[in-house]
């Protein structure tokens, strides 16, 4: 398990990541979100001890990470990049190598994974002959090439198209499925929605929220929208009812309770015939703009 | 992870042996090499070879005694006569080049005859040794011999060098050769640390890189790769000179040599890993190849002046310079191979350099280590120093 505690990083006055803490279980992925300086990236680097924290620390399995637990981390940095005069497989060998493992069993594995990605017929290519998509095909194989004990993984999903996107996904969950904690940040919420187990959601360097999708949802205001064949006007004056947005016989609220609302239903009911009453599930992204409100 | 940075330095080898340019840069080094040394020794050293045509006897007696004359000095000198019978003969045998010159007697002395000039060498030669003939046969006719009417009149030239008289020519040139090959080594190899440090950063496969090893051993396999590959081909120029230079007239002068040429391979090392970690550091600062121009200026600087200054100092300047780092490198055994260092200089001058690299190395890795992740956008010198990890 991947457990973040306490992380505190500042440039000059600038506090990028103030107090982040959460936790990557094994064989769980978590998505991490936020706006555009939200500081998931300082976070990411100070977790592959790329960026030296200011305060707090990472552990893994319970210990402070070292370098040679990190050195078995796979890392996909934000700013993508190989050697791009060099063939691809060559480098994928190098990078496997620096990670400890044998130039053989190196090539052995880019081989097969770039078989995977289809890329099996371009293994001598230069990486900048390749188009942008099988660049980053080669960027994820290399942060999983040297079998990683745990993904960190810097948007990993940007700039690929939808058959790469499923590939990427299979071979995230195939890691997860070992027992392997990933944790990747994107802004394609539907896909975190998706694919993770839970959510770390960071604004202005902060942990705002954090929890499965489910318990996100749970934290949201209880809203219902009532439907109905004439003007909802009167909805105003109900007890224990908030309105949120009214428009002629359609009416958006937010009930102090269950029980309020029920009542909504009945009073509803007893005025004319009712076309919808129905509890609104709020959609990540609408959670994720009222947290980072 | 130890032996991550053999991995990163067989790297830093492997891409610079298949770089095409690299290889033709060095290729054309050792033609160019091999080319001036051996037309060196074919137009300047091309010892005298004439065949001479002569009327008769008299004539081949004065060709002989020249070649006897011209041995004394360079055994390889060969002078040859043919006897033509009459004057009209030999002229015309010296026109059509069937003989290189024609020898003709005079009315007061000889003649050396040819369409065009005729080489001053040989005239030196043939007009001393007619000078003595007819001085000989006058003293005879005055009553006395040639070596009282010659007493007290010979110049002769003393070498005060020790060894051999053409080891102070080849150690200048040695010398000169060798500070030109440290300059040019160190350039090109100091650039193409800077370039892969700078490759890796603009790339941005600099934080896979450091996320999967340490900073120092990256930069460590970086200054092994390029002083290996610089040691390398220092030493193929250096072989390919030696063994030219035994072809020609200075093979005897190259064993006197050896010591000096021996120091300049401990000293290269020194002074290129000396700057190796600080060229490191340049290419960290730059965040684009464009960049690069700009933060090694200091570095391009400095080697410019090492190379003017230790070339033109002299006396006491000069013996200071040869301790003091980086001109050391080329001053110290060139001053060893004029033999004018002591067995001890040499030695001290090292240790000099070797404390200084330790210096530079120390701060070249902070630097490197504390820009390398800045990627946006180049970063001064006096800036990195203040940074913070």
Not at chain 1, 178 to 202: A, K, M, T
Request: aromatic share 6%; proline share 4%; glycine share 10%.
């Amino acid at each position: 398990m991947l457990q973040i505690s306490h992380l505190t990083r500042r440039f000059g006055d600038v506090v990028a990541a103030a107090d982040v803490s959460f936790e990557v279980p094994a064989g769980q992925m978590v998505g991490f979100v936020g706006g555009n300086g939200a500081g998931k990236t300082t976070t990411m680097r100070m977790i592959m001890g790329v960026l030296a924290p200011t305060s707090g620390e990472v552990l893994w399995d319970g210990a402070p990470t070292t370098r040679e637990v990190r050195a078995r981390f796979g890392y996909m940095p934000e700013e993508r990049g190989l050697y791009p005069k060099q063939p691809v497989l060559g480098q994928l060998v190098y990078l496997g190598q620096l990670h400890g493992m044998t130039a053989s069993a190196a090539r052995q594995r880019a081989t097969e994974l770039l078989g995977r990605f289809g890329l099996g017929d371009r293994l001598d290519a230069k990486v900048e002959t390749l188009s942008l998509g099988n660049q980053q095909r080669a960027q994820i194989i290399a942060s999983v090439l040297g079998d990683p004990v745990a993904l960190v993984l810097d948007e990993p999903f940007s700039g690929l198209d939808p058959a790469a996107v499923d590939q990427m996904s299979e071979l995230l969950r195939e890691h997860t499925a070992r027992g392997v904690p990933v944790l990747f940040s994107s802004h394609q919420l539907e896909l975190v929605d998706r694919l993770c187990d839970s959510i770390v959601v960071l604004h202005h360097g902060r942990v705002v929220a954090s929890g499965s999708s489910e318990q996100l949802r749970a934290t949201a205001p209880l809203r219902y929208r009532l439907t109905t064949t004439g003007d909802t006007g009167w909805v105003r004056g109900a007890p224990g009812i908030t309105v949120v947005d009214l428009d002629g016989p359609s009416v958006l609220v937010e009930p102090a309770d269950e029980d309020a609302a029920q009542r909504l239903l009945a009073d509803a009911a007893a005025r004319g015939p009712v076309r919808e009453f129905s509890l609104i599930r709020p959609s990540l992204s609408e959670i994720y703009r009222e947290v980072a409100a | 992870m130890n032996r991550a940075w053999s991995v990163v330095a067989l790297r830093e080898i492997m891409v610079r042996l298949r770089d095409r340019n690299f290889l033709m840069s060095t290729g054309f080094t050792l033609v160019f090499l091999l080319g001036a040394i051996l037309a060196q020794q074919f137009f300047g050293n091309r010892a005298m070879s004439y065949d001479i045509g002569v009327e008769g006897p008299e004539g081949a007696r004065i060709v002989a005694q020249a070649q006897e004359l011209a041995r004394a000095e360079d055994p390889e000198v060969r002078l040859t006569s043919t006897e033509l019978g009459d004057a009209a003969a030999v002229e015309e045998a010296a026109r059509v080049d069937d003989v290189d010159y024609g020898l003709l007697a005079t009315a007061d002395g000889w003649e050396l005859v040819d369409e065009g000039p005729t080489a001053g060498d040989l005239q030196m030669l043939v007009g001393e040794v007619v000078r003595e003939d007819a001085l000989g046969r006058n003293a005879e006719a005055a009553g006395t011999d040639l070596e009282s009417l010659l007493a007290g009149s010979a110049v002769t030239a003393r070498d005060l060098a020790e060894g051999d008289g053409g080891s102070t020519f080849l150690a200048f040139v040695l010398g000169l050769v060798f500070a030109m090959l440290f300059y040019m080594s160190s350039l090109l190899f100091g650039m193409q640390i800077a370039s892969s440090v700078v490759e890796e950063k603009q790339s941005r496969l600099v934080e896979i890189l450091a996320a999967a090893i340490p900073v120092r051993t990256l930069l460590l396999g970086k200054v092994v790769g390029n002083t290996v590959l610089a040691l390398g081909q220092l030493v193929l120029i250096v072989a390919v000179g030696l063994v030219g230079l035994a072809f020609t007239d200075y093979d005897v002068a190259l064993p006197g040599l050896a010591g000096g040429i021996a120091w300049y391979v401990p000293f290269f090392v020194v002074g290129f890993l000396a700057l190796a970690c600080i060229w490191a550091a340049a290419g960290s600062l730059a965040s684009r190849t464009e960049d690069l121009q700009s933060t090694t200026m200091p570095l391009t600087m400095l080697l410019v002046v090492v190379f003017v200054v230790s070339l033109n100092l002299e006396g006491v300047w000069r013996v200071v310079a040869s301790y003091v780092p980086i001109t050391s490198t080329i001053l110290m055994p060139m001053r060893v191979l004029e033999g004018e260092a002591a067995w001890w200089e040499p030695w001290v001058a090292l240790v000099v350099v070797l404390a200084f690299s330790l210096v530079t190395v120390r701060l070249g890795a902070r630097l490197y280590q504390r820009s390398l992740l800045h990627t946006s956008g180049a970063l001064s010198w006096r800036r990195a120093m203040t940074l913070t990890d």
